[in-house]
């Protein structure tokens, strides 16, 4: 049984059409318009829908948009008349499934509806597999908290609603993101994401909307923004709130509608984006600040999904070096494993870096440390940064580094210099980049290598 919502403007077609629907052991819904078939979509769980391309008040071709874009699982169905074929055509290319011509034969409609069940099935037989094999692929953790995290990921993955996902450095938010597009029905789709922070205020424009020849000085040739690449899948909008006022409104603009124009273009480009944006910032301090629109907040905060800090979940600790562990032992050799003792130590370690800083202090026990199962000593000892590679170390004075070796001295003070400047600059990526002379990704690269703090 399936359900069917049959939307036609003349009452005849729509009680008979019901009629054999319900006949055949489907449940029909009907509407006489678009904007009241949408009203029933939105309460409804409706598998296919017949939709007359020939509508008073909202066109057909429009009402198919709008399924697609809200529902890309429903399969579409399209009636139409003699005068309307070319609509028709035009309809599947946009996706609706199948058309068929006025006057409706019996025997046509109800194998139409069948066909367009059974790829309806398919596709989701396909997405379960997917999400079978693939399900949060690495997202490891069994504390209360993480469970919530995959709980929402999955939940978020059936919708095409906003996500906005905000935690601290190094939690996992862009992992969260890509397994929302993985599960989602979109996963066939492109995951593209943009990182606001690492890019000039004046490249941002033309990074998201793209550009025509010769629209700014640079514009050599045209090209595609990030919106366009994305079309049918998922747009990243990662460190949101490193963006400038400018470009947030272009960005709110965009979202609002999905239309916008390519720098120096006049044409308006529609596409069809879900849009999942991450920030390691407080959103509504930003806002207090004069620094993040309100109004956007409110559009890309439509599901909140926090990802908890390492320290605050410290089960997931053992958990995640364990694992990590594994994952890092050479192809041949016997499992590695944490003795008893190293499990603890590392579980009472605050990890400022979050799960970034344990993936990469697990790497580098497992390249250093040839015991198995690898002992409390060990782990205290690289704790400790007396391996010269002091990622998780950060020292308080810089008579402190006399004592390590030539790298680790050189890292342990490129650290400090960078913490310095950051809190100088209030932790805005692209003011400190300029202070200190580098590019904002290279900026940016550095922060997560030494599992830096800038959510404050
Ligand atoms: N729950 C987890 N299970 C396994 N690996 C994880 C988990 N969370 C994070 N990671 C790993 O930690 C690293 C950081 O994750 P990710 O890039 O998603 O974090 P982020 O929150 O986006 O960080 P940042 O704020 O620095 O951009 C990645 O290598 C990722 O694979
Ligand atoms: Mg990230």
């Given amino acids: ?130 999400r079978n094999t693939v399900e949060d692929p690495e ?25 906005l996902i905000t935690g601290e450095n190094g939690t996992g938010k862009e992992m969260a993101a890509r397994s929302i597009h993985a599960q989602s029905a979109r996963a066939s789709g492109p995951f593209v994401a943009v990182n606001c922070a690492a890019m000039p205020d004046t490249l941002i424009e033309s990074e998201l909307f793209g550009h025509e020849k010769g629209s700014f000085t640079d514009a050599s040739s045209r090209r595609k923004g990030k919106f366009e690449t994305a079309h049918t899948g998922t747009l990243f909008l990662d460190e949101i709130a490193d963006m400038s006022l ?17 720098l120096g273009g006049e044409e308006t480009l529609e596409v069809d984006v879900r849009i999942i944006a991450a920030t390691n910032k407080d959103l509504k301090h930003e806002i207090s600040r004069g620094t993040f629109r309100e109004d956007l907040f409110f559009r890309l905060n439509v599901i909140p999904i926090r990802m908890p800090a390492l320290r605050d979940r410290p ?7 364990a694992r990590f562990l594994a994952t890092y032992a050479a192809k041949d050799s016997s499992p590695r494993l944490l003795s008893t003792g190293a499990a603890e130590i590392l579980a009472a370690h605050p990890w400022p870096g979050n799960v970034r800083e344990l993936k990469n202090f697990i790497e580098r ?45 050189k890292d342990a003070f490129e650290r400090k210099y960078l913490v310095h400047n950051l809190r100088k600059h209030d932790y805005n990526i692209a003011r400190t980049a300029e202070g200190i002379g580098v590019y904002p990704s290279n900026l940016h690269a550095k922060i997560k290598k030494y599992g830096i703090e800038v959510g404050e």
């Fill in 1 to 130: 049984m399936s359900a069917i919502l049959v939307i036609d403007d003349e009452p005849g077609i729509r009680t008979t059409v019901k009629d054999i629907l319900e006949d055949e052991g489907h449940r029909a819904f009907s509407a006489e318009d678009g904007p009241a078939g949408l009203e029933i979509l939105k309460r409804e769980r409706i598998d296919v829908v017949l939709l007359d391309v020939w509508l008073p008040r909202m066109g057909g071709i429009d009402v198919l948009k709008a399924i697609k874009a809200n529902y890309p699982a429903i399969e579409v169905i399209v009636v139409s008349g003699h005068a309307s074929i070319d609509m028709a055509v035009s309809a599947v290319k946009l996706g609706a499934f199948d058309f068929i011509e006025k006057p409706l034969s019996i025997e046509r409609l109800v194998t139409a509806v069948r066909n367009a069940r059974a790829l309806s099935s398919l596709r989701l037989e396909n997405a379960k597999l997917r």
């Fill in 139 to 163: 997202l490891f953790g069994t504390s209360p908290a993480m469970d919530q995290v995959r709980e929402l990921i999955h939940q978020s993955a059936d919708s095409d609603a906003r996500v």
């Fill in 246 to 262: 400018q470009a947030q409104s272009k960005v709110l603009r965009a979202i609002q509608g999905m239309r916008f124009e390519r």
């Fill in 315 to 321: 089960e997931d600790i053992p958990v995640l070096a």
């Fill in 365 to 409: 026990v497992s390249v250093m440390c040839d015991d198995n199962p690898v002992p409390e000593s060990a782990v205290r000892h690289f704790l400790a940064g007396l391996d010269g590679k002091p990622e998780t170390r950060a020292v308080d004075s810089l008579s402190e580094l006399v004592d390590l070796r030539l790298t680790g001295a």
